[in-house]
């Protein structure tokens, strides 16, 4: 009965707090990769680039809000001030999709998505990243129309409820 009742809670978790397959990343991991690229510094272009890049995917998967900002600001700067190839370009603009979906801008994240699909039609990261955009966004509506609901629900109560008292 107990598992029943954990399985509920977690669907309802899930529900909400959509329970997505985008992987998270740690302060710890965070903190090392910061080391990483303070290290690359005085390495090749090509290290420090790499090491970089490394700390933007960690960002972007980051728990923390202002990580996650901080990520989206060094990937959209990675963009503009270079002529990436096909498969960099897909690689950063799929990481600003993970960033803007961690950041609650569901319809951004949704259209830089669709952008990686264009090149890659049949890359799985943003195929599932796409769902996961999708579903949040329904979700969000489902919310939002529940509430709606609600609150006319309680307006038309509170109306019938004056009305009845008068009489």
């Given at each position: 009965m107990?598992a029943?009742?954990g399985?509920?809670?977690e669907?309802?978790?899930?529900?909400?707090?959509?329970?997505?397959q985008?992987?998270w990343?740690?302060?710890?991991?965070?903190?090392?990769?910061?080391?990483?690229?303070?290290?690359a510094s005085?390495?090749?272009?090509?290290?420090?680039?790499?090491?970089?890049?490394?700390?933007?995917?960690?960002?972007?998967?980051?728990?923390?809000?202002?990580?996650v900002?901080?990520?989206?600001?060094?990937?959209e700067?990675?963009?503009a001030?270079t002529?990436?190839?096909?498969?960099?370009r897909?690689?950063?603009i799929?990481?600003?999709?993970?960033g803007?979906?961690?950041?609650?801008?569901?319809?951004?994240?949704?259209?830089?998505?669709e952008?990686?699909?264009?090149?890659?039609?049949?890359?799985?990261?943003?195929?599932?990243?796409?769902k996961?955009?999708?579903?949040?966004?329904?979700r969000?509506g489902v919310?939002?129309i529940g509430?709606?609901?609600?609150?006319?629900?309680?307006?038309v109560?509170?109306i019938?409820?004056?009305?009845?008292r008068?009489?």
């Open positions: 107990d029943k009742i399985k509920f809670f669907s309802v978790g899930n529900f909400f707090g959509g329970g997505d985008i992987p990343c740690d302060p710890d991991t965070i903190s090392g990769l910061e080391r990483e690229v303070a290290e005085n390495g090749s272009e090509q290290q420090r680039s790499e090491t970089l890049m490394r700390l933007s995917w960690g960002l972007v998967h980051s728990k923390r809000p202002e990580d900002q901080r990520g989206i600001a060094m990937v700067a990675s963009l001030n002529g990436s190839s096909p498969l960099e897909r690689e950063k799929y990481l600003l999709a993970v803007y979906y961690r950041s609650g801008e569901f319809s951004r994240s949704r259209q830089l998505v952008q990686c699909l264009e090149i890659a039609p049949d890359w799985r990261q943003a195929l599932t990243l796409k996961n955009v999708e579903d949040r966004i329904a969000d919310i939002g509430i709606t609901a609600t609150a006319v629900g309680l307006l109560g509170g019938a409820a004056a009305v009845t008068k009489k």
